[in-house]
């Protein structure tokens, strides 16, 4: 069935475990004719829409468990005056987001609305600083925010419960934009405002269809809802060559081999099931630089972010301090993969910001409360494979190598000639039994699990 077909009862319907919703008593505030504006005939259009939808208010919310993690769901009934935010609406969103910290549940706000009433104006304008700071409460209080795009989900709607969630998953098809169809610019591309559009840009994480909704939810909620700040994520297994190099450049060979296990295989051999984020929230996207998400490891949940070995771009360095951090807050263990020449060093990186994305990321490891575990799992280029190394707490496989920078191109700034390189790579001392003894990492990964220096 088309999402837009849905109700606030049917979409609750769809997510929830049978028999477990049980809605919220909706906060008691003394009407006033007509609203704050004393808006003529707003009381008629109320009753009206109530009359037509059965609710009292466009969002409904309660308690249920969604494939068996409980949680605060928050749905909007688009067909009351299409979704919109008023003054009883903020009441409700309120109620439920204390509850939630009360009760230390996550939140889905499961979305459909055209942005804030107008027959309130900015009363109704101003619910949205109050959705924004129970927001904010809750994320310092540690607890999950998935939000549900469905359609549309527009205005102020978009910019606060949907923009503003950990997790944002947008129903097929569904139309997401900040303007909305009757207020765009003449000829704008209504392409930009779908869903897909949203993930392509970075703005939200995954496109899932309705009949696929409560699986995909439910794994997200299985995930955040498990935390472990103090325990360490274990070091991963090597699936490489188990022999060390004997030469710098042996290792640097090695490393660039295209038989060596990449991030994917990585992480398909630790992780029970994973499920991704994606894109830095602010326009871009790096999904053939580096993985994010989360998994379940031998019961417990694990947030990575994992480089693929290509050169890293600046949308996937904030998608990891992005993934970071959202760990950090949720008291979740980071396990992070190296594999990379270096970030993306063309004119277009420069002007996306990469040295403020790069920092980004060093500052979302060295300010991590939660443990970040590290595998050097292929090539360690400079600063752009330095940034996701946790300090004190960073692995190597056999088959990799860290550099300050490469070998050729340290050959080259020292105008030496080519034949020169493999002796450059043994004085950079780039092995990963050179890193253990100077330090640099804590050990070397063989294929049973982790080893101290050889």
């Known amino acids: 069935m088309p999402d837009q077909r849905l109700t606030a009862r049917g979409t609750l319907d769809l997510v929830t475990d049978d028999g477990t919703f049980a809605e919220l008593p909706s906060p008691a505030r003394e009407p006033r004719p007509d609203g704050p504006l004393a808006w003529h005939g707003y009381d008629a259009s109320r009753a009206r829409a109530a009359e037509r939808t059965g609710e009292e208010e466009s969002v409904v919310c309660g308690t249920a468990t969604v494939a068996g993690t409980r949680a605060v769901l928050i749905a909007f009934e688009f067909g009351f005056l299409g979704g919109s935010l008023g003054e009883h609406t903020g009441d409700r969103l309120e109620g439920a987001y204390a509850y939630a910290r009360e009760h230390r549940l996550p939140v889905v706000p499961l979305i459909a609305t055209g942005g804030s009433r107008m027959q309130e104006g900015m009363v109704a304008l101003t619910q949205l600083q109050r959705v924004a700071r129970q927001s904010a409460l809750t994320r310092a209080a540690g607890l999950p925010q998935i939000a549900v795009l469905r359609d549309p989900t527009t205005g102020g709607g978009w910019a606060t419960l949907g923009a503003g969630a950990d997790v944002i998953l947008a129903l097929t098809g569904a139309q997401v934009g900040f303007a909305g169809s009757r207020v765009r610019p003449p000829g704008a591309d209504p392409a930009a405002y779908t869903a897909e559009a949203q993930v392509a840009a970075g703005a939200a ?189 960073t692995w190597a496989t056999p088959d990799s190598y860290f550099s300050v920078i490469a070998p050729e191109l340290a050959a080259a700034i020292l105008k030496r000639p080519p034949e020169d390189v493999e002796n450059t790579a043994d004085q950079l001392r780039v092995r990963p039994q050179d890193l253990v003894e100077l330090g640099v990492l804590r050990g070397i990964v063989r294929g049973s699990g982790p080893a101290g220096a050889p």
């Open 205 to 393: 994480d995954a496109v899932v269809r309705t009949e696929d909704l409560k699986e995909a939810l439910g794994a997200w909620l299985r995930l955040l809802s498990r935390t472990d700040p103090g325990t360490p994520a274990p070091v991963p297994a090597a699936l490489g060559t188990p022999g060390l190099p004997a030469t710098g450049w042996d290792a640097v060979q090695r490393a660039r081999s295209p038989e060596r296990p990449r991030a994917r295989a990585y992480l398909d051999a630790y992780f029970a099931h994973r499920v991704h984020i994606s894109g830095d929230r602010c326009g871009g996207r790096d999904p053939d630089g580096i993985l994010c998400g989360f998994g379940e490891h031998h019961g417990r949940t694990v947030a990575f972010a994992a480089q693929t070995g290509a050169g890293t771009r600046p949308a996937g360095y904030r998608t990891a301090a992005r993934v970071i951090r959202m760990a950090d807050r949720l008291g979740v263990p980071v396990l992070t993969l190296v594999d990379t020449p270096g970030a993306a060093n063309d004119a277009d990186a420069e002007r996306q910001g990469a040295g403020a994305a790069i920092a980004e990321v060093f500052g979302a490891v060295a300010g991590a409360r939660v443990p970040v575990t590290t595998l050097v799992i292929g090539e360690g280029g400079s600063g752009g494979a330095l940034a996701l190394a946790a300090p004190g707490n």
